[in-house]
């Protein structure tokens, strides 16, 4: 008996397990994100902030933000050198052709009128635009732009990316007490946003 009384002092906390998973977890999968644009970055970040505004770890919501900034900057200037690697190269790679293939010509036509009027200052919005992260990529290695320039400007880009889609999760686990209801609203609501300005741009064709 005594032995069955003390078992349950010796386990993990729950909250101790999650944290001990869940962020480096939510750094690798923003680091895939970032080079692999088909990740949701922004729902995982929203999803991680549901969880730790439910937990009592001082700090959890912290660590959140720490983490995702870190794992999105890191991308980032990972993909960035890749790009620009590939745009040395005689023959290319497969990391600059996937950035040609997300950044239609529009887009990228846009990207690189702002990044010549406002500079790397557009790298901020680029990253809180749904799908708009990788013209101003495209555009910045097209202008031949250093890698540490692209890193400087980069910086704030991936704080306030962190910032907006974690106060999406602080709604989210505001509005509901069960976390789990909370990271449905914080996805569906993170996946709305995304999705939005594409089906603007449909409507505004179809109704030209």
């Given at each position: 008996?005594?032995?069955?009384?003390?078992?349950?002092?010796?386990?993990?906390?729950?909250?101790?397990?999650?944290?001990?998973?869940?962020?480096?977890?939510?750094?690798?999968?923003?680091?895939?994100?970032?080079l692999?644009?088909v990740?949701?970055?922004?729902?995982?970040?929203s999803?991680?902030?549901?969880?730790?505004?439910?937990?009592?770890?001082?700090?959890?919501?912290?660590?959140?933000?720490?983490?995702?900034?870190?794992?999105?900057?890191?991308?980032?200037v990972?993909?960035?050198?890749?790009?620009?690697?590939?745009?040395?190269?005689?023959?290319?790679?497969?990391?600059?052709?996937?950035?040609?293939?997300?950044?239609?010509?529009?887009?990228?036509?846009?990207?690189?009128?702002?990044?010549?009027?406002h500079?790397?200052?557009?790298?901020?919005?680029?990253?809180?635009?749904?799908?708009?992260?990788?013209?101003?990529?495209?555009?910045?290695?097209?202008?031949?732009?250093?890698?540490?320039?692209?890193?400087?400007?980069?910086?704030?880009?991936?704080?306030?990316?962190?910032?907006?889609?974690?106060?999406?999760?602080?709604?989210?686990?505001?509005?509901?007490?069960?976390?789990?209801?909370?990271?449905?609203?914080?996805?569906?609501?993170?996946?709305?946003?995304?999705?939005?300005?594409?089906?603007?741009?449909r409507?505004?064709?179809?109704?030209?």
């Amino acid at each position: 008996m005594s032995l069955f009384l003390a078992a349950p002092a010796t386990t993990v906390p729950p909250e101790s397990t999650q944290q001990a998973i869940g962020y480096p977890s939510l750094f690798l999968l923003v680091l895939i994100g970032a080079l692999v644009p088909v990740v949701p970055t922004g729902a995982l970040v929203s999803s991680a902030a549901v969880v730790a505004f439910h937990q009592t770890a001082p700090f959890a919501l912290l660590l959140v933000f720490v983490v995702a900034a870190l794992a999105a900057f890191l991308g980032d200037v990972a993909l960035y050198w890749l790009g620009r690697r590939g745009m040395r190269s005689r023959n290319g790679s497969r990391w600059l052709e996937t950035l040609r293939d997300r950044a239609p010509e529009d887009r990228l036509a846009r990207a690189q009128e702002k990044l010549s009027d406002h500079g790397i200052a557009v790298l901020v919005l680029s990253r809180l635009v749904p799908a708009g992260r990788i013209p101003v990529m495209l555009a910045c290695l097209l202008a031949k732009m250093p890698l540490h320039t692209f890193a400087r400007g980069d910086v704030p880009a991936c704080l306030a990316w962190a910032v907006t889609y974690q106060l999406i999760g602080i709604l989210g686990g505001s509005l509901f007490s069960k976390p789990w209801e909370g990271v449905v609203a914080a996805v569906v609501l993170t996946l709305a946003i995304s999705v939005a300005p594409s089906v603007w741009r449909r409507v505004r064709r179809t109704a030209a």
